[in-house]
């Protein structure tokens, strides 16, 4: 079966500074999908990034960019320019290709600091 | 696009009592998702339903537990003889079914609260 270990419970980060959340998975397939969602304080689960297991490039979203290793079954979130309204908590989230549920992290809080 | 709407927004009820809880996927979606989270946890998957079919049933979804999506569109999820570790938000999500790796839309989720 497969997981999602998020291993930071809580991060904080300066206002305008850089942030990564850390994201290991585990799995025996080699064609899924990767996630990351944010669920702000109004809890509405809202996709930040998308990667394809198949792509070897990183996904990238405006401030929001992915490290995505593969072979170390990793999926790191980076956030540049980190602003107020970042603040949430992070879910990082696997799908396999041939299936439709997401198994979920039990995600990473976010605090912004002014 | 109004989004994926869920009602009610909050439930607060009597333990054994039974509950149900309706969602509405953004129109032409036409596969729907149910999600359970508990304070400090990740979403956990519980059922799904390509059209009006109900294609997969966790083993969390017990037999208190039933969900249904009649004609393709709203579904509801129905909990009877509630107990207390039925507390949680309830999840629904919907996406278009075409094409691989399309990503799950949410709603707000129904909160439930079990005196």
């Known amino acids: 079966a497969q997981t999602v270990t998020q291993s930071q419970p809580e991060m904080s980060v300066q206002e305008a500074e850089t942030v990564t959340l850390s994201c290991t998975y585990d799995?025996?397939?080699?064609?899924?999908?990767l996630f990351w969602y944010k669920q702000p304080p109004s809890r509405q689960m809202i996709l930040v990034i998308r990667?394809?297991?198949?792509?070897?490039q990183n996904a990238t979203e405006n401030r929001f960019s992915v490290n995505f290793q593969k072979a170390a079954k990793s999926f790191s979130l980076k956030i540049s320019d980190s602003q107020l309204g970042d603040a949430a908590m992070y879910f990082c989230?696997?799908?396999?290709?041939?299936?439709?549920?997401?198994?979920f992290g039990k995600g990473t809080r976010l605090h912004i600091l002014p | 696009d109004t989004g994926v709407s869920q009602d009610p927004r909050h439930k607060i009820t009597k333990r054994g009592q039974n509950v149900t809880f309706r969602c509405d996927p953004i129109?032409?979606?036409?596969?729907l998702y149910w999600y359970r989270q508990t304070l400090g946890q990740g979403p956990e998957f519980l059922t799904y339903?390509?059209?009006?079919?109900?294609?997969?049933k966790s083993r969390l979804l017990s037999d208190r537990f039933s969900a249904e999506r009649p004609k393709g569109s709203f579904s509801t999820l129905e909990i009877q003889r509630t107990e207390q570790g039925d507390s949680a938000m309830y999840l629904c999500?919907?996406?278009?079914?075409?094409?691989?790796?399309?990503?799950?839309?949410f709603g707000d989720g129904t909160r439930l609260s079990i005196l």
């Open positions: 999500a919907s996406s278009p079914g075409h094409g691989p790796g399309q990503p799950q839309h």
């Open positions: 799995t025996s397939e080699s064609d899924y999908y």
């Open positions: 990667q394809e297991a198949y792509k070897q």
């Open positions: 989230a696997y799908r396999s290709a041939i299936g439709d549920k997401i198994i």
């Open positions: 129109s032409e979606h036409n596969r």
């Open positions: 339903f390509q059209n009006e079919a109900q294609l997969e």
